[in-house]
């Protein structure tokens, strides 16, 4: 064994920085095992990712892997044609109309299954109202629902008809679907009259209404699923339709599947930018396909019999790609389930991969911390023989938490697989793959075959293993987002650098890498936030709350688990109660409940810089109870010793 290196580890634990061997179990069936293939796609590259491509059926074979004529507008497979409905149902058909592709578990442990027949029959269904509707190719439909059936089906639906998708998270307020939907000038919306969160009933359809008023167009249709039955009536307006009945008059109908150009749009998905205006980024439909179907088989391991478990939200891309359309193209059965880890209680996961027979397995750090909080008394309680292999993805997972998941949830033996990727990248770009890596708990792992990566430094020279740096990519991938929607200048200046050896994205991450070429991430150097594996920008989070009577200026930042918002106010009336709420409240009608902090700390002043800069660095620092260094530049230090006794920390 290598000596432990790094500080991480306590003396009473095993060290953490050891890399752990696949165990031969999981190598003997693993899909990917054999070595050679870091090597072929290098040698071959950009060739090697017909590989990928070779995974779908298209309607037109490409003869161009790669235009980077116009680059860095790259275009993946662009002269070929396919459609991704169709390579998510239609061609499994054959070997496997029978076998479940969705199971679907309410938060009231209803189930409902899906066969790809069955998912088949109502994707066609859905196809033929969205028609019906006036729905065309290239018209964007904004899909605003729950983890329920109707979400994926809608995706496959649109899909099918060439009709981009724009999902919006549920939990998202009014004013930000709003903001999505006029951006995207989408004109069509799929609702729902409400949904459960724990045991209340809550109204989705209302802020779809809320929303529908701030637009400066009139909307052409709305649809509405009725997801709570007489729990919750809805009043149906001018151009509003009940999704059963308008469906309903359609099964049996077959849509035939559009044919559309690799480049074409697939989706958009809307995610925090950093100048605090949401960015549409734009997924072609083949590479996005090919790449998200070619990492579901080689670093997540899925095969056709298995049954496999995204937990994350189809409202984020983690579901898009890895709930949706990575399962579906590989014909696998996709679990999607509604509700709570903790409801009813603290066994509902473990107690659904026992139910289920689940072999694997794909979740966010946020969720392995709470099961780790609750203690390991609950997955123990549980058969979970049938897992094969455990994935994580959305941040960095410290030793530790890697270690309790495998211990607890893996038995000691399952391997984890650490994804690393974003929005913009559509799929996984950094990992191991878990029949061939060693695992290095705390780095995400090597770029995946085919993929270029440099973690350089200000300049874009590469850094030393071992020292901190920008991560890059240096070549363009399959799954890379086409575009913003409505801005290639913007696309370019947010992402892009020309270098002497060409382009490199730039990912907004910092990150180590070792001797074996293993990457660490240490988190965002832009002004955006990770919380709970979503997205948000310190900027947007900010605008809201100075909209607040009262406020002055405020600082939002990252504790590491949740958010703490620093706020000073203009007169210190002695409320501070009714203005955190007052706060609270504009934050979740602003963006939603996502956005709302753990904490609200006032102060009467902001730590700045002589230049006037707010040291949000210093404030994350006060934030996690770290060290803090020299404040000397600061033009008001003496704010320091009274921001951190507020809180606690000194
Ligand atoms: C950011 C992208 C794509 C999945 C969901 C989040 C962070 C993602 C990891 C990982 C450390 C990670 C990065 C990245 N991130 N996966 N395995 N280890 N950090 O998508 O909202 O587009 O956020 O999430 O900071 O840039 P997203």
Same mark, same amino acid.
């Given at each position: 064994?290598?000596a432990?290196?790094g500080?991480?580890?306590s003396?009473?634990?095993?060290p953490?920085?050891?890399p752990?061997e696949?165990?031969?179990?999981f190598?003997e069936t693993?899909?990917?095992?054999d070595?050679?293939i870091?090597?072929r796609?290098?040698r071959?590259w950009?060739?090697?990712?017909?590989?990928?491509?070779?995974?779908?059926?298209w309607e037109?074979?490409?003869?161009?892997?790669?235009?980077?004529?116009d680059?860095p507008?790259?275009?993946?497979?662009s002269d070929g044609e396919?459609?991704?409905s169709?390579?998510c149902?239609?061609?499994?058909?054959?070997?496997r109309?029978n076998q479940?592709?969705?199971?679907w578990?309410?938060?009231?442990d209803?189930?409902q299954? %899906?066969?790809?027949? $069955?998912?088949?029959?109502?994707v066609?269904?859905?196809?033929?109202?969205?028609?019906?509707l006036?729905?065309?190719?290239d018209?964007?439909?904004?899909?605003?629902?729950?983890?329920?059936?109707?979400?994926p089906i809608?995706?496959?639906?649109?899909?099918?008809i060439?009709?981009?998708?724009?999902?919006?998270f549920?939990?998202l307020?009014a004013?930000?679907?709003?903001?999505?939907m006029?951006?995207?000038?989408?004109?069509v919306?799929?609702?729902?009259?409400?949904? *459960?969160?724990?045991?209340?009933a809550?109204?989705?359809k209302s802020?779809a209404?809320?929303?529908?008023?701030?637009?400066d167009y009139?909307?052409s249709?709305?649809v509405v699923v009725? +997801?709570?039955?007489?729990?919750?009536?809805?009043?149906l307006?001018?151009?509003? *339709?009940? *999704?059963?009945?308008?469906?309903?008059?359609?099964?049996?109908?077959?849509v035939e599947?559009?044919?559309?150009?690799?480049t074409?749009?697939?989706?958009v998905?809307y995610t925090?930018?950093t100048t @605090?205006?949401?960015?549409?980024?734009?997924h072609?439909?083949g590479?996005?396909?090919?790449?998200?179907?070619?990492?579901?088989?080689?670093?997540?391991?899925v095969k056709?019999?298995?049954?496999y478990w995204?937990?994350?939200?189809i409202?984020?891309?983690t579901?898009?790609?890895?709930?949706?359309?990575?399962?579906l193209?590989?014909?696998?059965?996709?679990?999607v389930?509604?509700?709570?880890?903790?409801?009813?209680?603290r066994?509902?996961?473990?107690?659904?991969i026992?139910?289920?027979?689940?072999?694997?397995? %794909?979740?966010?750090?946020?969720?392995i911390?709470?099961?780790?909080?609750?203690?390991a008394?609950?997955?123990?309680?549980?058969d979970?023989?049938?897992?094969r292999?455990?994935?994580?993805v959305?941040?960095?997972?410290?030793?530790?938490?890697?270690?309790?998941?495998?211990?607890?949830?893996?038995?000691?033996?399952?391997?984890?697989?650490?994804t690393?990727?974003?929005?913009e990248?559509g799929a996984i770009?950094?990992?191991?793959?878990p @029949?061939?890596?060693?695992?290095?708990?705390?780095a995400?792992?090597?770029?995946?075959?085919g993929?270029d990566?440099?973690?350089?430094d200000?300049?874009?020279e590469?850094?030393?293993?071992?020292?901190t740096?920008?991560?890059?990519?240096?070549?363009?991938?399959?799954?890379?987002?086409?575009g913003?929607r409505? @801005?290639?200048?913007?696309y370019?200046?947010e992402?892009?650098?020309?270098?002497?050896n060409?382009w490199? %994205?730039?990912?907004?991450d910092?990150?180590?890498?070792?001797?074996?070429?293993?990457?660490?991430i240490l988190g965002r150097v832009?002004?955006?936030?990770?919380?709970?594996?979503? +997205?948000?920008t310190t900027?947007?989070?900010?605008?809201?709350?100075?909209?607040?009577p009262g406020v002055?200026e405020?600082a939002?930042?990252? $504790?590491?688990?949740?958010?703490?918002?620093f706020v000073?106010?203009?007169? $210190?009336?002695?409320?501070?109660?009714k203005l955190?709420?007052?706060?609270?409240a504009?934050?979740r009608?602003?963006?939603?409940a996502?956005?709302?902090?753990d904490?609200?700390?006032f102060?009467?002043e902001l730590?700045k810089?002589?230049?006037?800069?707010?040291?949000?660095r210093?404030?994350e620092?006060?934030?996690?109870?770290n060290e803090f260094?020299?404040?000397?530049?600061?033009?008001n230090?003496?704010?320091?010793?009274e921001?951190?006794?507020?809180?606690?920390?000194?």
């Amino acid at each position: 064994m290598d000596a432990p290196t790094g500080d991480r580890s306590s003396s009473d634990e095993p060290p953490f920085d050891d890399p752990i061997e696949p165990p031969t179990a999981f190598v003997e069936t693993a899909n990917v095992s054999d070595r050679s293939i870091y090597e072929r796609f290098d040698r071959s590259w950009p060739a090697c990712w017909g590989e990928a491509a070779a995974l779908l059926e298209w309607e037109a074979p490409y003869e161009t892997v790669l235009d980077d004529t116009d680059a860095p507008l790259y275009r993946w497979f662009s002269d070929g044609e396919l459609n991704a409905s169709y390579n998510c149902l239609d061609r499994h058909l054959e070997e496997r109309k029978n076998q479940v592709a969705i199971t679907w578990i309410g938060k009231r442990d209803e189930r409902q299954s %899906y066969t790809y027949l $069955d998912l088949h029959r109502e994707v066609n269904a859905a196809a033929a109202a969205l028609r019906e509707l006036g729905v065309e190719a290239d018209d964007v439909v904004t899909l605003y629902l729950p983890m329920i059936p109707q979400l994926p089906i809608m995706m496959l639906a649109c899909a099918r008809i060439g009709a981009p998708h724009n999902v919006v998270f549920a939990g998202l307020s009014a004013e930000a679907l709003a903001q999505r939907m006029g951006a995207a000038e989408s004109e069509v919306l799929v609702t729902c009259d409400g949904y *459960y969160r724990r045991e209340d009933a809550f109204n989705q359809k209302s802020k779809a209404d809320n929303a529908r008023i701030r637009l400066d167009y009139d909307l052409s249709a709305m649809v509405v699923v009725d +997801r709570l039955g007489p729990e919750l009536a809805v009043h149906l307006g001018n151009n509003e *339709y009940d *999704y059963d009945e308008l469906v309903t008059a359609h099964r049996g109908e077959t849509v035939e599947p559009v044919a559309r150009n690799a480049t074409d749009l697939l989706f958009v998905m809307y995610t925090s930018g950093t100048t @605090g205006e949401p960015k549409g980024v734009e997924h072609a439909t083949g590479g996005y396909l090919a790449h998200v179907a070619w990492t579901t088989q080689a670093v997540l391991d899925v095969k056709p019999q298995d049954t496999y478990w995204c937990a994350a939200d189809i409202g984020w891309i983690t579901g898009h790609s890895y709930g949706v359309y990575g399962p579906l193209a590989l014909g696998t059965t996709s679990i999607v389930y509604e509700g709570t880890p903790d409801y009813p209680d603290r066994n509902r996961i473990w107690e659904l991969i026992e139910r289920n027979a689940v072999n694997v397995f %794909y979740t966010a750090p946020t969720a392995i911390r709470s099961f780790m909080k609750w203690g390991a008394e609950f997955p123990e309680r549980h058969d979970r023989s049938s897992l094969r292999l455990l994935g994580t993805v959305g941040e960095a997972i410290t030793p530790r938490a890697w270690r309790w998941y495998r211990e607890h949830v893996g038995d000691g033996e399952t391997p984890i697989v650490d994804t690393w990727w974003q929005t913009e990248t559509g799929a996984i770009l950094l990992a191991t793959l878990p @029949g061939l890596s060693k695992m290095k708990p705390g780095a995400a792992g090597p770029p995946l075959p085919g993929i270029d990566i440099a973690v350089v430094d200000e300049t874009g020279e590469p850094i030393a293993p071992g020292e901190t740096g920008y991560l890059t990519v240096t070549k363009p991938w399959p799954g890379m987002l086409r575009g913003l929607r409505g @801005g290639t200048d913007r696309y370019i200046r947010e992402y892009w650098r020309e270098t002497d050896n060409g382009w490199a %994205y730039q990912t907004g991450d910092g990150a180590t890498i070792d001797e074996d070429g293993y990457v660490t991430i240490l988190g965002r150097v832009d002004d955006v936030i990770n919380v709970d594996a979503h +997205r948000l920008t310190t900027t947007e989070l900010e605008a809201a709350i100075v909209e607040v009577p009262g406020v002055t200026e405020a600082a939002v930042v990252g $504790d590491g688990a949740g958010l703490i918002a620093f706020v000073t106010v203009r007169h $210190d009336t002695g409320e501070d109660e009714k203005l955190r709420e007052a706060i609270r409240a504009r934050l979740r009608e602003a963006i939603g409940a996502v956005a709302v902090p753990d904490r609200i700390v006032f102060t009467p002043e902001l730590p700045k810089t002589r230049s006037g800069k707010i040291m949000r660095r210093l404030l994350e620092d006060i934030a996690c109870g770290n060290e803090f260094g020299d404040i000397s530049a600061l033009r008001n230090p003496e704010v320091v010793g009274e921001i951190s006794s507020t809180i606690g920390n000194t």
